[in-house]
T-cell receptor
Framework: GQQLNQSPQSMFIQEGEDVSMNCTSSSIFNTWLWYKQDPGEGPVLLIALYKAGELTSNGRLTAQFGITRKDSFLNISASIPSDVGIYFCAGQDNYGQNFVFGPGTRLSVLP | DGGITQSPKYLFRKEGQNVTLSCEQNLNHDAMYWYRQDPGQGLRLIYYSQIVNDFQKGDIAEGYSVSREKKESFPLTVTSAQKNPTAFYLC???????????FGPGTRLLVL
């Protein structure tokens, strides 16, 4: 079946630093979603991308739909302690009924 | 307030027992989903339903059952056939099967 890879698997950064993470697929997707999950809670949608090359921002977060349609990137600028959590990507292709989720990137922010 | 609710937050099961996890949404969404999340892992699809009275198996349906008698409700039963049920269970819904999914707060199931 389809699989998504996310990198890095985990990262430790200093408060105030910028963060970049990505999600790659072996197949082409038409939709990319980025979610954040706090410990013990359900994932919360951050950004949705629907078009190749699309760049969308949500506050300090910016996500891009890769031109190849096989990848997506999420950047967080000026990180703060509440950015801590697991960031999941999810993708959907033309034929799939459902979204495929990546394994997540765990972010830790050091004060 | 509109949203997805899951209950209970924590659930304990004895070996050999069936338990049912509740998922309710008042978003008027047609599609609903159940995922399982193990520590340090991503989300794996158990069952999904695109419309009332219809549901489909996901990637890991064995040992689970669902029903969709009402649009707002999609309960998941973890049966005694599920040998490793301890996990975090997440319910989600979307306007239709191809739209963005929104998640509930989750239920953590522990086996005693």
């Amino acid at each position: 079946g389809q699989q998504l890879n996310q990198s890095p698997q985990s990262m430790f950064i200093q408060e105030g630093e910028d963060v970049s993470m990505n999600c790659t697929s072996s197949s082409i997707f038409n939709t990319w979603l980025w979610y954040k999950q706090d410990p013990g809670e359900g994932p919360v949608l951050l950004i949705a991308l629907y078009k190749a090359g699309e760049l969308t921002s949500n506050g300090r977060l910016t996500a891009q739909f890769g031109i190849t349609r096989k990848d997506s990137f999420l950047n967080i600028s000026a990180s703060i302690p509440s950015d801590v959590g697991i960031y999941f990507c999810a993708g959907q292709d033309n034929y799939g009924q459902n979204f495929v989720f990546g394994p997540g990137t765990r972010l830790s922010v050091l004060p | 307030d509109g949203g997805i609710t899951q209950s209970p937050k924590y659930l304990f099961r004895k070996e050999g027992q069936n338990v049912t996890l509740s998922c309710e949404q008042n978003l008027n969404h047609d599609a609903m989903y159940w995922y399982r999340q193990d520590p340090g892992q991503g989300l794996r699809l158990i069952y999904y339903s695109q419309i009332v009275n219809d549901f489909q198996k996901g990637d890991i349906a064995e040992g689970y059952s669902v029903s969709r008698e009402k649009k707002e409700s999609f309960p998941l039963t973890v049966t005694s056939a599920q040998k490793n049920p301890t996990a975090f269970y997440l319910c989600a819904s979307s306007i239709s099967g191809h739209e963005t999914q929104y998640f509930g707060p989750g239920t953590r199931l522990l086996v005693l």
